[in-house]
């Protein structure tokens, strides 16, 4: 089972951008798929974005779409996400999580991170 952990969260003003990571390690992290997810106060957990084990494919939430980069390093055993012109609502908690499969379902992830907290000041 892999183990993953997030970091590179804080605050940032409009506009602004961050780098996310996700560390993995206790598994062979290039036979997973990786999403990012993300819960803003009071709201559900949604999906952002993912990568297929290769880093062949990506596919994005439309809210994050040309904003947001998704990539890996499988060399590393690391997953990023990279967040540009960065907006208020998006303020959440972030999570990594890893999959057999490509998929924009939470459940079909069987490992998380433990989030880290991205803050948007307008």
């Known amino acids: 089972q892999v183990q993953l952990l997030e970091s590179g969260g804080g605050l940032v003003q409009a506009g602004g951008s961050l780098r996310l990571s996700c560390a993995a390690s206790?598994?062979?992290?290039?036979?997973?798929?990786m999403g990012w997810f993300r819960q803003a106060p009071g709201k559900e957990r949604e999906f952002v974005a993912l990568?297929?084990?290769?880093?062949?494919?990506?596919y994005y939430a439309d809210s994050v779409k040309g904003r947001f980069t998704i990539s890996r390093d499988n060399a590393k055993n690391t997953g990023y996400l990279q967040m540009n012109s960065l907006k208020p609502e998006d303020t959440a908690v972030y999570y990594c999580?890893?999959?057999?499969?490509?998929?924009?379902?939470?459940?079909?992830?069987?490992?998380w991170g433990q989030g880290t907290q991205v803050s948007v000041s307008s």
């Open positions: 206790g598994a062979t992290f290039s036979s997973y798929g």
């Open positions: 990568i297929t084990w290769s880093g062949r494919s990506t």
């Open positions: 999580a890893a999959g057999l499969g490509p998929s924009t379902r939470e459940g079909d992830y069987s490992a």
